[in-house]
């Protein structure tokens, strides 16, 4: 069973860059749809970009093109989220999300706050 624990969140100051990563065990990450996903205190959660298992691109959310890169380090089975120009609304829990045969796998999340 795919196991998935995120890291890399914190606070960071508008404009400035963090890197999460969502680290994957119990399973081979290169068989799920893998992806982001955020929610934001008293906010629904909601999807920012993925890799699509059947023919590996990648999908974002048209309002999180351009800030936010996602990759999958295969070697390492995990999955990174690349997030610059960051702005307060961004504050969020972000979770990474794995889905196979109909199945959703979610980790706990990592906080991200962008004050100053």
């Known amino acids: 069973q795919l196991q998935l624990v995120e890291s890399g969140g914190g606070l960071v100051q508008p404009g400035g860059s963090l890197r999460l990563s969502c680290a994957a065990s119990?399973?081979?990450?290169?068989?799920?749809?893998i992806g982001w996903f955020r929610q934001a205190p008293g906010k629904e959660r909601e999807g920012i970009s993925y890799?699509?298992?059947?023919?590996?691109?990648?999908y974002y959310v048209d309002s999180k093109k351009g800030r936010f890169t996602i990759s999958r380090d295969n070697a390492k089975n995990r999955l990174i989220l690349q997030m610059n120009n960051l702005i307060p609304e961004d504050t969020a829990v972000y979770y990474c999300?794995?889905?196979?045969?109909?199945?959703?796998?979610w980790g706990q999340g990592t906080q991200v706050t962008v004050s100053s």
């Open positions: 119990g399973s081979i990450l290169v068989l799920y749809t």
């Open positions: 890799i699509d298992t059947s023919d590996g691109r990648t």
């Open positions: 999300k794995g889905s196979y045969r109909s199945r959703d796998y």
